[in-house]
């Protein structure tokens, strides 16, 4: 085999992690760092767990583009609202150490400025990468465990510099890839140990880590206790021994490199696009996904009002979209008539900015205004109940506005 991604491990054992989230007098100084409040800070610390698995609980973040510096924000303080100090402090750490984390950039990046003005990581609404996370875990220095695809991904200001000198306690968020979502973790289950010879772990603040060391060569053995990444820029977590398979290959190389995982999504794209059969199953699996799951429904409804909003080809081409299928589409049509009949009614707002736009309309527009008026001149021809209506109105307003009484009794006088 001479694929560059793959790794063979001839030797190996169970690879653990422990879960020590941060305590109070941490967080506060932590917080300092960051220049953020800390009053909020429960001073009830959490439970520890060893030899970890997968989240149990976790604290819900808003979905917006803030999301990663919200988790850090509110596992450093109790409150998401200061996820703009977060980043800002992340952004200056960055360029303040842009050589050290040149190594660390993405392929398509020359340098951690580029990277910064071209993601706009300085703005609000703007996803945090891998880079950030190592960057705030540089900064604290203090680990940040992130759980996604089943395994626990550790960054770690170690491996940056293996001389550093890393807290003992660390933050745990959940990822969730397919909309980019952090939540901060609060409890995690606990895996058994296998019995295949493995000695037992003496003491609960043991942590089994993976050492950092280079890639030099395609194919690669990996000493008992150690496993190591394509690139070394972060540590994952497997449980597997002898050969791992080529999908647990490609899976951790997905992980860990960027420009592979590009590369993946452009082909995964352009099958989309070609395949009917594939595009099928993916439309299928995402529209079961989002009845099933609120979280992800939530995430994605927010996340396609955020880019309506800030997106100007998005929104035209929606907008596009949405007239012709209310032209082409009957049964579409008549459900987007309906549920607007419905808004009409029980929302007053949307009641209200529906009158003035149409008045606006009305006035501004002479096609629209005849269109408007040959339609209830016929509507009151053949609707009995309408023209019923407009009667009574009409008198009811005859009675009630001396404007209008007036201006009735004008245009009869002229008339005749």
Known sequence: MDDESDIEILSSAEIFYDCIPLHTLLKRKLCKIINIPSKNISKQNSSNYYNIGPPIACKTITGDGNRLFRAISYSLSSRQEYFGNVRRAIVDHLMRNAEIFRSFLQPRFKTVEEHIQTLKMVENNTWGTELEILACADLLKTDIYTFFNNSWIKYSSSQICSNNNVNDQAIYLQHNGDINHYEVVTAVTQKSISPNGLQSRQGHGKKYQISKSEVTTKKMKVDENQMIDSDNKIKVCKTKSKVLSKNEKERIRYMTDDEFRARKVD??????????????????????????????????????????????????TLIAHGIHKYQEDEDYRKALIQSGVEKYKDDNEYREKLKQASIHKYEADATHKEHV??????????????????????????EVDAKHKEHVKQASIQKL
Not at 276 to 304: C, P, V
């Open 267 to 316: 082909t995964l794209k352009r099958k989309y696009w070609e395949n009917g059969e594939i595009r099928s199953k993916k439309i299928y699996s995402g529209i079961k996904k989002y009845e099933e799951n609120k979280l992800y429904r939530d995430n994605m409804i927010h996340a396609g009002i955020q880019k309506y909003k800030e997106d100007e080809n998005y929104r035209d």
């Open 373 to 398: 008026k040959q339609a209830s001149i016929h509507k009151y021809e053949v609707d009995a109940n309408h023209k019923e209506h407009v009667q009574q109105a009409s008198i009811h307003k005859y």
